[in-house]
């Protein structure tokens, strides 16, 4: 069975700083892996996903992800915060493709002045 | 992409009621997946409803308590039955895009709260 660990639940950065969101995966087979964001009141939306292809993923809004097998991790990084960054982030896994998936617990990110 | 509508948006029940959430599409899909988002845990599937089959559900969760409807390929509704305080959670219906790939558009999400 496959489990997805985020670690920080809040995550609290300045304007202009980096964001770094922390994920790690566990799986018996390659995954396909995804962040989600969610922006207050409305329903997640997809950042960008890793299919098996390139390991560094572009998504939307300047983040990028880097899948890194021998540390199970797929972090979620943007070099420049903005205000309008402020949500919450999931990560979420699907064991060899497919629609069923698994989830981690989130992270608020709180962008600051 | 797709746009998905759900109703109730929020609603606070009463123990021992049911609920239904309705969930809306803008267009037509295969599988309607259906997710509960518990105060501070993550999204967790409770079943995936197909037009035309019974939906199938995710260990822990039961028909009995958790009835689904797919009457069309752009509606689905999802019961909370009996509710305890327990199923107070946001409920969250969603799609894929047709390829299986994990690319899941989702709705707003139903709060509920329940006394």
């Known amino acids: 069975a496959q489990s997805v660990t985020q670690l920080g639940s809040h995550v609290s950065v300045s304007e202009g700083a980096l964001v770094l969101l922390r994920c790690n995966y566990s799986s018996s087979v390659p995954p396909y892996l995804f962040w989600y964001v969610q922006y207050p009141n409305q329903g997640l939306q997809l950042l960008l996903k890793?299919?098996?292809?390139?390991?560094l993923v572009k998504g939307i809004n300047g983040f990028e992800a880097e899948f890194k097998k021998s540390e199970t991790s797929f972090h979620l990084t943007k070099p420049s915060a903005h205000m309008s960054d402020a949500a919450e982030y999931f990560c979420?896994?699907?064991?060899?493709?497919?629609?069923?998936?698994?989830f981690g617990t989130g992270t608020q990110l709180k962008v600051e002045l | 992409s797709a746009v998905i509508s759900q109703k109730p948006s929020r609603d606070i029940c009463q123990r021992g009621t049911s609920l239904t959430i309705q969930c809306q599409v803008d267009?037509?899909?295969?599988?309607m997946f259906w997710y509960r988002q518990q105060p501070g845990q993550s999204l967790t599937l409770i079943a995936t409803a197909n037009q035309g089959s019974e939906a199938t559900y995710e260990s822990g969760f039961v028909i009995d308590k958790f009835p689904i409807s797919r009457p069309n390929l752009t509606f689905s509704t999802l019961t909370v039955s009996n509710m305890s305080p327990e199923d107070s959670s946001i409920y969250l219906c969603s799609v894929d895009k047709g390829l299986d790939t994990g690319e899941l558009f989702f709705g707003e999400g139903s709060r509920l709260t329940v006394l």
């Open positions: 979420a896994a699907s064991e060899g493709g497919g629609n069923k998936l698994t």
């Open positions: 890793y299919t098996s292809a390139a390991t």
């Open positions: 267009s037509q899909v295969t599988m």
